[in-house]
C-alpha cells in the first residue's frame, strides 16, 4: 500500500540554523500539507500546498518557513533560522483532493532545536 | 474546517470490551472523519462519514453521525491492546474545498489493558 515517507525520523539543530525536513508525498496526490505536534499538545496545521503554490497557511508559518517542491516526488519544509520553539514533530501530509477527502499521513520528523 | 471536540479525554478498558468516543461540532458540516495517532506517531484515517450518511461500518469499528444535534460517535467492538492510542474527529466544515487543511482537537486517548 501506497504510503507518505518523511527524512530524516530525528533531526538536532543548533538555535539559528537552518533545517530541511524532507517528505515524498503519495505518487498520484497532489495536494500536500505540513502539520506540527509540539509535545502534550494538539496536532496544528502549518500550510498547503498544491499546483506549485501555496493554498494555505497558519499563523505559525511565518517567514522563516519556506515549503517547496523541487521535483515530481518531494516535498519539502525549511525553517531558515531555528528557535527552540520550533522542537516539535513535523508531519507531512498528502491528499488525491477528489472525492476522498482523507489525507495520508507519514510518521513525522522529530525536531529538536539546542 | 472546524475542530471537532473529542469526550472523553481519556478511557481505558480491558481487551475484549467496546470503546466508544463521542465528537461535537459547531457549524455544519460536508463530512466527518475519524483519525488514530498512536503514541509519537503520524496519524492514521479510520473512516469517513458523510452529512447524509447516519451509519458506517469499516472492520471492528462503527461510526455515526447525528447532523441534527451535530454530533458523532465512534465505537471499536472487541478492542485490543493494539488499539490503545489517541482518537481524533476531523469535521468538514460546508463550503470549505476538497482538500482544506484537517483540524484536530485534544482527542481521546484510549488504553486497551489485557
Known amino acids: 500500500e501506497p504510503e507518505v515517507t518523511q527524512t530524516p525520523s530525528h533531526q538536532v539543530t543548533q538555535m539559528g540554523q537552518e533545517v530541511i525536513l524532507r517528505c515524498v508525498p503519495i505518487?498520484?496526490?497532489?495536494?500536500f500539507y505540513w502539520y506540527r505536534q509540539i509535545l502534550g499538545q494538539k496536532v496544528e496545521f502549518l500550510v498547503s500546498f498544491y499546483n506549485n503554490e501555496i493554498s494555505e497557511k497558519s499563523e505559525i508559518f511565518d517567514d522563516q518557513f519556506s515549503v517547496e517542491r523541487p521535483d515530481g516526488s518531494n516535498f519539502t519544509l525549511k525553517i531558515r533560522s531555528t528557535k527552540l520553539e520550533d522542537s516539535a514533530m513535523y508531519f507531512c501530509a498528502s491528499s488525491s483532493g477528489t472525492r476522498n477527502y482523507e489525507q495520508y499521513f507519514g510518521p513525522g520528523t522529530r525536531l529538536t532545536v539546542t | 474546517s472546524q475542530q471537532g471536540e473529542e469526550d472523553p479525554q481519556a478511557l481505558s478498558i480491558q481487551e475484549g470490551e467496546n470503546a466508544t468516543m463521542n465528537c461535537s461540532y459547531k457549524?455544519?458540516?460536508?463530512?466527518l472523519q475519524w483519525y488514530r495517532q498512536n503514541s509519537g506517531r503520524g496519524l492514521v484515517h479510520l473512516i469517513l462519514?458523510?452529512?447524509?450518511?447516519r451509519e458506517k461500518h469499516s472492520g471492528r469499528l462503527r461510526v455515526t453521525l447525528d447532523t441534527s444535534k451535530k454530533s458523532s460517535s465512534l465505537l471499536i467492538t472487541a478492542s485490543r491492546a493494539a488499539d490503545t492510542a489517541s482518537y481524533f474527529c476531523?469535521?468538514?466544515?460546508?463550503?470549505?474545498?476538497?482538500?482544506?487543511?484537517?483540524?484536530f482537537g485534544t482527542g481521546t486517548r484510549l488504553q486497551v489493558t489485557l
Open positions: 476531523a469535521p468538514r466544515s460546508k463550503g470549505t474545498g476538497t482538500a482544506s487543511k484537517l483540524t
Open positions: 457549524t455544519s458540516i460536508n463530512n
Open positions: 462519514i458523510r452529512s447524509n450518511e
Open positions: 505518487s498520484n496526490h497532489l495536494y
